[in-house]
């Protein structure tokens, strides 16, 4: 402290003191601006989760797969049935499109091409048994129930026993506990609007079967 005119003290700071509070103001300001940044990427990582919603085999969920996924396209090009497509404007990770076909019983190639493991390799054994999405049987729709046709594409084509007829040969609803959602069902339903259909889940599981 120093002091001025007479009878006024005039407050000063040590350059120490100085450099601590400047110091301390930048620390603050870059970590509000870290928050920031991390938030505004967080955002942008679960607008893409948002985004893609059936995934290939061994992504596990949403916002894991976004997170690692850098749109190399190996999986895309590799893919034997072309149901792996890139993002919008390539901004962001694949996913599958099951209206294009079905995901192959006997392949798991997309796993095993992956640089990043955002696709875990999966054995084909295992990649049989990973449920990556679940198929919907609707009867107001099927041929067989609206129309008395005769079909059971569904039952004959699904893999995992997840399809089954009744005695009338009728499809029975979908073995949730079997199905693992590989749209080979939907994709070979003749009904207009698609009596088999195939929706997301929030997470790819392993099935005990």
């Not at 901004?91 to 091409?113: E, I, M, T």
């Not at 046709?149 to 506990?177: F, I, Q, Y």
């Given at each position: 402290m120093k002091y001025g005119r007479p009878g006024k003290k005039v407050r000063t700071l040590d350059k120490g003191r100085r450099a601590f509070l400047v110091n301390g103001g930048i620390l603050i300001a870059g970590a509000a601006a870290g928050a920031a940044l991390a938030r505004v990427g967080m955002g942008k990582l679960a607008g893409y989760a948002k985004r893609f919603s059936i995934l290939p085999p061994g992504a596990g969920n949403a916002e894991r797969f976004a997170s690692k996924c850098?749109?190399?396209?190996?999986?895309?090009?590799?893919?034997?049935?072309?149901?792996?497509?890139?993002?919008?404007?390539?901004?962001?990770?694949?996913?599958?499109?099951?209206?294009?076909?079905?995901?192959?019983?006997?392949?798991?190639?997309?796993?095993?091409?992956?640089?990043?493991?955002?696709?875990?390799?999966?054995?084909?054994?295992?990649?049989?048994?990973?449920?990556?999405?679940?198929?919907?049987?609707?009867?107001?729709?099927?041929?067989?129930?609206?129309?008395?046709?005769?079909?059971?594409?569904?039952?004959?084509?699904?893999?995992?026993?997840?399809?089954?007829?009744?005695?009338?040969?009728?499809?029975?609803?979908?073995?949730?506990?079997?199905c693992i959602g590989c749209g080979a069902c939907q994709q070979v339903c003749p009904a207009p609007g698609k009596a088999m259909t195939v929706h997301e889940i929030e997470r790819q599981i392993l099935l005990k079967k």
């Open positions: 850098t749109a190399c396209q190996l999986c895309t090009v590799n893919c034997p049935a072309k149901i792996i497509v890139p993002a919008p404007g390539g901004d962001g990770p694949v996913s599958l499109d099951l209206n294009r076909g079905a995901c192959l019983y006997d392949c798991n190639r997309c796993s095993q091409v992956c640089p990043t493991g955002a696709l875990r390799p999966l054995a084909l054994q295992v990649k049989q048994k990973t449920k990556i999405a679940e198929a919907k049987f609707n009867p107001r729709v099927c041929i067989v129930f609206q129309e008395g046709e005769k079909c059971g594409k569904c039952a004959h084509v699904c893999p995992t026993g997840a399809v089954t007829l009744r005695s009338s040969g009728a499809p029975r609803p979908v073995n949730t506990a079997l």
